[in-house]
């Protein structure tokens, strides 16, 4: 225990705060995503509730937090301004306001004023066409830069909002079970069982 | 208060080997001064393997910007990230050229501790299959030493350093005196059970041969399994001059470690013919400085320790100290890789790994060991392992909502990956001069590097994606991938050979003992004394010799040789 305790200590993060303290990471985290970032910045107010309403139907609050507790919208929009080109950033608008045409044509409203069932049938239109992406082998496609810097909309805005939850403390720790310092290595590991299963490490 | 300028010997570089040269001369009782380019580390502020991915601006995807603007080559390195690319070169400090049509991708890290900190820590010995090999087939020249010759040296640095590792046997790849191996996986036992049954014993499966720690070793603790080493490991559980040589060598009292350090050139005496010190550039006064001993060291990695040479041309030597053979900076050698495959091997859904090995398994070389390959000479070895995917699955999925969040938060299905490491032949047009015209951030002339891989290397890159689909197939992978892809040299960040060890003067930089042969009391002890690079990570090579160079410098001196 003592080892563990002093690597615990060595650890500069606070996940290895147990259950409890899950609840409170998310409510952490949600409060320095809004302190760093005021107000945002390459997405106007209409399409940053869009990003937020897509992320959230993605990866949805159920038993654990959803893509909107994490602050999906708000890495979307720091990525939009500081890390993606002008040409990718263009696409990715681009693919934004093709979602309010698509529901305008369908349903005569934008996005936002849609059903859930009219946003998934969108949704489930646009995962076709990804599908579709001509020629890329499995590795290829599941290499990171190639999605994040992927030919469609819902390619980029697929890669932002899994690694925005899944990178949070709160998709990594609540969500999976992510240990910064594991202190142990098991090659046939299992978590425990029961109707929980196997949990992603 | 002034600095004093005299020493017994003086070590040129932190890393891998020069923080080995600090540790050996100290302990035999040199008062040794050692120079590092870049800035001091201090492992609790400049160490962040556990800081967490929530913690990083850009999540660990990287500034891309900054690095586009400031390190575009190193970043292309897996291990510059948004965590470790503190550790490696800015670029625009440290051009060097080549040729069109030639490119050579050159990473470097300049900080005390050098690339030992963000290396890969597998370390294999060679053996006379290795040493043999040039005087066998008629390339290039043939090792001045055989496997006997460093035996004992592997011996005692493997003491020190702690590898981690499986006892096999083989004669193409010996054991080294190791701690427990890491644990294979499931996946990894079935694949090795099988290959086994497929391949007659020929193709073997082992864990990773490691510089890690799996039991508490030397006042270092055991590893913690947290994962990316390459960011630092404040338990000091894996092996880096930081970690392990320099504090013993700080310990003897007798070292001097002198950051921002940047060595212009070795000085020499005509009339002794040997070298009197060397010159330095002080990275921050830009004030010039010189050092005296009566020993000095290159352990600046195989292409700075050649640079720092062709800087200190004399009228003696008018292209590069110890330079009478021609044959300084050629022979420019890297392992290469980019060929391989991959495949998901259904079963073991009930299991996954739980902690970050750091490490993989290893496929010892099988190519014309017993029988002979028309296509190619010598072989590769191949790394890699099985996990499970991750989350990144679902990137390329279209599903989405509460069933979609429940199957992400699962692992997903097991993928192995074969990806092979091959030796490169050494090559008399593969060299580096020096480029006048292009200085770097503190006016030292730059590289221009002139290399290409042979027939031979393409021809094992094209051999490894077939031999790993096929054994891929023999185990009942599906969805197999093999890949060739067209890393450029230099990638592999293994580059050696341009200052090599030889018999005769005419034909090599160095003798057996990594002692120039022109000038008696300079030694080059990194990647450059390298003769041929067998298809082994080669750091544990460099160590031996290294210990074994300090050793007989040491004795020599001792004898009044020097």
């Known amino acids: ?201 | 208060m002034s600095e004093s300028t005299t020493y017994d010997a003086i070590v040129v570089g932190s890393g891998m080997t020069g923080g080995w040269a600090a540790k050996e001369l100290t302990e035999k009782g040199m008062k040794t001064l050692v120079l590092e380019a870049g800035r001091p580390i201090v492992p609790e502020q400049d160490y962040v393997e556990h800081v967490p991915q929530w913690e990083m601006k850009f999540r660990g995807l990287g500034d891309r910007r900054r690095l586009a603007e400031d390190q575009p080559i190193q970043s292309t390195c897996y291990a510059c990230d948004e965590w470790s690319s503190k550790f490696f070169i800015n670029d625009k400090e440290h051009p060097y050229t080549t040729e069109p049509g030639k490119p050579f991708r050159w990473i470097r890290g300049r900080q005390v501790g050098g690339r030992s900190i963000m290396w890969g820590r597998q370390s294999y010995r060679l053996s006379d299959l290795d040493f043999e090999a040039n005087l066998r087939e008629g390339i290039a020249i043939d090792w001045p030493i055989r496997y006997a010759d460093i035996a004992p040296w592997y011996d005692y640095v493997e003491d020190f350093v702690g590898i981690s590792g499986e006892a096999m046997g083989l004669a193409q790849l010996p054991d080294s005196r190791f701690l427990p191996p890491m644990e294979m996986n499931c996946t990894e036992r079935s694949v090795r059970e099988r290959l086994a049954k497929h391949f007659g014993g020929e193709r073997i499966l082992t864990i990773g041969r490691v510089a890690i720690l799996t039991q508490d070793h030397r006042g270092r603790a055991a590893c913690h399994y947290c994962g990316p080493c390459e960011r630092g490991c404040i338990t000091r559980s894996y092996f880096s001059s930081v970690n392990a040589t320099l504090p013993a060598a700080e310990k003897t009292g007798r070292m001097t470690l002198r950051p921002f350090s940047v060595v212009h050139s070795v000085s020499f005496d005509a009339k002794t013919r040997k070298a009197t010190g060397v010159r330095v550039i002080d990275a921050q006064t830009r004030v010039a400085v010189e050092f005296r001993a009566k020993l000095v060291f290159l352990c600046a990695s195989a292409l700075e320790s050649v640079r720092i040479l062709f800087n200190s041309s004399t009228p003696e030597f008018p292209n590069g100290l110890a330079n009478s053979s021609g044959e300084l900076g050629h022979n420019l050698m890297d392992h290469v890789k980019a060929g391989g495959a991959t495949a998901t091997i259904p079963g073991n859904e009930d299991y996954l790994e739980i902690g970050r090995r750091p490490n993989g398994i290893y496929m010892p070389r099988f190519r014309n060991i017993k029988s002979k390959q028309p296509e190619f000479l010598r072989g590769y070895g191949f790394q890699g392992g099985a996990h499970r995917d991750g989350w990144g699955r679902g990137v390329v999925q279209t599903g989405f909502g509460a069933d979609f969040k429940k199957s992400l938060s699962r692992p997903g299905p097991w993928r192995f990956g074969f990806h092979g490491f091959g030796e490169c032949l050494p090559n008399h047009s593969n060299f580096v001069e020096l480029d006048k015209n292009t200085v770097d951030a503190w006016g030292m002339p730059t590289l221009k590097i002139h290399c290409a891989w042979s027939e031979n290397e393409l021809a094992l890159r094209k051999d490894m994606g077939i031999a790993a689909a096929e054994m891929l197939a023999a185990v009942g992978g599906r969805s197999i991938e093999p890949y060739a892809g067209d890393d450029p040299p230099g990638f592999t960040i293994h580059e050696m050979g341009t200052a090599r060890m030889g018999r005769d003067p005419r034909n090599s930089v160095l003798n057996s003992f990594n002692q120039a042969h022109d000038v008696k009391n300079l030694f080059i002890t990194d990647g450059g004394a390298m003769v041929s690079s067998s298809c082994v990570n080669p750091s544990l090579t460099y160590m031996a010799l290294t210990a074994r160079a300090c050793d007989y410098a040491v004795g020599q001196t001792k004898k009044g040789e020097l």
């Open chain 1, 1 to 201: 225990m003592q080892r563990r305790e002093a690597l615990r200590l060595l650890a500069t993060g606070t996940a290895l705060q147990l259950a409890p303290q899950k609840l409170f990471a998310v409510l952490r985290e949600a409060r320095s995503l809004i302190q760093s970032q005021p107000s945002p910045r390459a997405l106007k107010t209409h399409q940053y509730a869009t990003v937020k309403t897509i992320a959230e139907l993605i990866l949805p609050r159920t038993e654990t937090p959803g893509a909107t507790d994490v602050g999906v919208a708000d890495f979307v929009d720091l990525m939009l301004t500081e890390w993606y080109d002008e040409p990718e950033r263009n696409r990715f608008l681009a693919g934004l306001a093709d979602v309010d045409s698509r529901t305008k044509t369908l349903f005569g409203k934008d996005f936002l004023e849609c059903s859930s069932v009219q946003q998934s049938e969108i949704l489930i239109a646009l995962g076709q066409q990804i599908a579709g992406e001509a020629g890329s082998s499995r590795s290829q496609r599941l290499n990171n830069a190639a999605a994040s810097h992927g030919s469609h909309f819902y390619s980029m805005m697929r890669h932002l909002t899994l690694t925005a939850y899944y990178t949070s403390e709160a998709g990594a720790t609540a969500e999976l079970h992510f240990e910064i310092i594991p202190d142990r290595y098991q090659g046939c590991g299992t978590t425990p069982s029961g109707k929980e299963g196997l949990k992603q490490q």
